[in-house]
């Protein structure tokens, strides 16, 4: 089984501090690199959960590979719509504030 | 001292010195002590993480002067640049700081690795530091071997962890040296682009 193995367990830390440490050289104040860190840690989870997924159906059953790459394509297609305009949203959000 | 200019930032050495020695530390000197404390908590967090997960045993130079020479556009690399091309991990691992330093000081003090060809090789035990004793020394091959043929998979993503650490320090010393990337406080500049 695919999470049995225990190197997968290792990787929330890989993913935590790897947002909270880029997020943190990107701003200064919490709010905002708390935001994009959250950023960050969706669009990594979502691209690497989604590709895993594929992975472990093709491997398991060869014979679906079709079916396996039309539910790839449209993930693909369906996380990048959401995630660039989450971005798009948060980019507005987080215009300079006027004094 | 030159005044900054509107727009253009003022550099900080000695702190970029300071967060490359301890990760975060140039900037709990600068006053930002919460973002120093996240970066030391995340990247020393990353790098022991790593480390354990490695056995204690994944972060090392060694003396590859005995191994095949190696070169580059025809040319033969020198003593250190040589190393590092036999261990590439240690030029991400470098940057953590303090942290791997017993490992250039074994560098420094163990003999050389055997040659490939050499007998006894397989049995060969480096003369462990009076200081670090074995700590960070570069592993003789077959205790390496069994690293990798016994235990999981733990061993190879613990020195790609100690790596991500090190690299990722490189952004924090750049954020000691001259400030976050975006300034989110900062006025817009007239007439400039949103």
Redesign the interface.
Known sequence: MLFA???YW?LP??L???S???S???????D??VKEAANWIVRMVGFLGGLGVVLYLLSTHPHLWKIAAAIGIVATIIYYAVTLSLFRKWKKS????A? | MIPALPGTRKLDPLAAFLSYLLPGLGQIVQG?V??GV??FV??Y??FF?GLT?GSWKNVWLGDYSQQAEVQILGRKLPGLLKDLSYRREFAGQFWIGIAAWPAILQYQTTEPLPKPDEPGKEVWQPKPNSIFGSHMQAPPEAELNKLQRDA???WD?GWV?TV??GV?NI??I??ALC??????????PAGGA?
Do not use: N, Q
């Open positions: 193995a225990s190197i290792d830390v890989l935590i501090a790897v909270l440490v880029y943190a050289t990107r701003h200064d104040r919490w905002r690199i987080a215009a300079p504030v004094k | 930002r919460g973002k996240l970066y995340c990247l967090g990353l993480y997960m999981d998979k733990r993503l962890f991500i650490a990722l952004l924090v750049y954020d400030g976050p990337v975006v300034r989110d406080d900062e006025p817009k949103a």
